[in-house]
């Protein structure tokens, strides 16, 4: 059992409770419950940013756009977007799927908690910056771009459930080493690990703090696998991420929320 934080609907906006992140399951009240039996706050408020080509797979499959018209170069400087706070939403929370969309992509990301303020800082000390990890979803609408902002594709409501806790950074033994699967309705459809970063954790949050404050409670989103699921209305997601935890979101229909008829 580890102990980590968390914020739970009914209790206190933040609690230190016991779980078993291989396990997927939660004590309360002296009583051993799975993950997706408990409704969960996001353990995070700080700002959330994303990088994008991250994974050495993803920037394989696309690099030879790069020398084309209109970029001409490949991506020197991590590219970087942010989820705004009403994407923000936790385990077991639905996923809307707008009207007029059949599909979601899923973006499986191990979510780095920033614990101080970090400017500037070199990457051997990038750890004693970092307050813990725990799991995102950078949902979007499917899309093309890869340098302009999608925002219309990537921050709808409800678009990145995290939690459903935070890890600490103690507990980690080697965040470059975190096996990630994604399942689909009990499916397995993506598998990665984070040794396939084309940034490490150090050397991502070093360029990045290189021309932009972090400040204790951000969260930086490692990057998304290749090859990420598709879902649709009514599809389970599932993310693990090993000796982090499990992140469960079901997709729904906007309609289906707006009469109702979604229960976690």
């Known amino acids: 059992m580890s102990l980590v934080k968390a914020s739970l609907q009914g209790l206190g906006v933040w609690d230190e409770i016991q779980v078993n992140p291989l396990e997927a399951t939660v004590e309360l009240h002296g009583q051993k419950q799975s993950v997706s039996h408990v409704s969960w706050n996001p353990p995070v408020t700080g700002t959330i940013y994303g990088v994008l080509l991250n994974y050495q797979g993803e920037y394989n499959e696309l690099k030879g756009q790069f020398n084309e018209a209109p970029y001409k170069q490949p991506p020197k ?60 979803n950078d949902v979007s609408i499917p899309h093309e771009s890869y340098y302009r902002p999608a925002i219309k594709q990537k921050a709808r409501d409800g678009f990145c459930p995290v939690g ?8 980690v033994t080697d965040p470059g080493q975190l096996e990630t699967r994604v399942y689909i309705n009990g499916e397995l459809k993506q598998q990665n690990n984070t040794k396939n970063l084309i940034r490490s954790i150090p050397t991502l949050l070093k360029d990045v703090t ?38 469960v979101n079901r997709v729904v229909s906007e309609e289906k929320l707006a009469e109702g008829g979604y229960a976690s």
Not at 105 to 129: F, H, P, S
Not at 164 to 171: A, K, M, N, R, Y
């Open 77 to 136: 400087a991590p590219i970087l977007y942010i989820k705004p706070a009403n994407t923000l939403s936790g385990c077991n929370q639905p996923i809307p799927l707008p009207k007029r969309e059949e599909e979601l992509v899923v973006g499986a990301a191990l979510a780095v908690v920033i614990g101080k303020t970090a400017t500037r800082i070199n990457a051997d000390d990038a750890y004693e910056y970092i307050e813990g990890y725990t799991i995102a």
């Open 210 to 247: 290189e021309f932009m404050t972090l400040r204790k409670g951000d969260v930086l989103l490692v990057g998304v696998p290749d090859q990420p699921p598709r879902v649709k209305d009514g599809d389970e997601i599932r993310i693990e991420i090993d000796g982090i935890g499990v992140l």
């Open 164 to 171: 459903p806790w935070i890890v600490s950074q103690d507990d």
